[in-house]
């Protein structure tokens, strides 16, 4: 739950280095924690366009979002669950787990919530339901000893409202290392079963980021030009399960 004013640092980190993690973002979006608050009972990002572009190891930011990581990792056998109302700009809202790839070979990443807000006018072909759509993905990502990203499984669910429209709740029970089943709302939609054996810890991240197949315009688009509500992704909370017996 997110009651204050204040974001629970014994639980989330807000700052995007620290704690095994360095990833900054995907230029042009830069994470900054100045983006994220808590308020009305809700974690929220807004994203904006930069006053200035920042150059940062060569590479040029020009947007504003964020990334939450847990700070404890979470199991295979529990549920995760968010309950998330996405921004409507170009900009992404996501809710997702991924491991620390402590041994180069485990790098893996569970996408239970991955949209955007609005299509932009240069977006790709396939991408263009993206701003009404529940979508998943079950992968290994590459490392330097994995060369080459490994049999992503993904499936989606197109939604009859847009993904901005309202609060909708994003589940995934990771039920054992090779099988994960999705919920929207609290009703089944579908099954992915890694072809890598998703057997160790992982993080929950919440990432507001800007994508190469859905860019913002060089004009800002509705990054720049959305109101504050527009430009913010909403958390209600963010939960987990874990099956107990129960006499």
């Not at 974001?7 to 924690?33: M, T, V, Y």
């Not at 491991?99 to 180069?104: A, G, I, L």
């Not at 429209?165 to 992915?192: C, I, M």
């Amino acid at each position: 739950e997110f009651e204050g004013s204040r974001l629970d640092k014994n639980k989330w980190q807000a700052n995007p280095k620290g704690n095994g993690w360095s990833w900054i973002g995907r230029p042009p979006g830069l994470f900054d924690e100045k983006a994220i608050k808590v308020a009305d009972g809700k974690l929220k990002v807004t994203v904006s366009k930069l006053p200035k572009p920042k150059v940062i190891n060569n590479k040029e930011f020009l947007y504003q979002g964020a990334i939450i990581r847990s700070i404890n990792p979470g199991q295979h056998g529990w549920y995760y669950e968010a309950k998330m109302k996405a921004n409507k700009t170009e900009m992404s809202s996501t809710f997702w787990l991924m491991s620390k790839n402590s041994n180069c070979k485990t790098k893996h990443e569970l996408d239970i919530q991955e949209n955007v807000g609005v299509i932009s006018p240069l977006v790709h072909s396939w991408a263009t339901e993206w701003d009404h759509i529940f979508h998943s993905n079950a992968f290994h990502r590459v490392t330097k000893c994995q060369p080459d990203e490994k049999s992503r499984k993904e499936n989606h669910t197109l939604l009859a409202e847009k993904n901005w429209e309202r609060y909708f709740v994003y589940a995934a029970w990771w039920k054992s290392p090779t099988e994960v089943l999705f919920y929207l709302d609290g009703k089944y939609q579908y099954t992915l079963n890694p072809t890598t054996s998703f057997n160790v810890p992982m993080w929950i991240q919440m990432a507001i980021e800007t994508y190469d197949w859905n860019p913002v315009p060089s004009d800002g688009g509705k990054v720049k030009t959305a109101t504050l509500d527009e430009r913010t992704t909403q958390y209600e909370w963010v939960r987990t399960w874990k099956l107990s017996d129960v006499e």
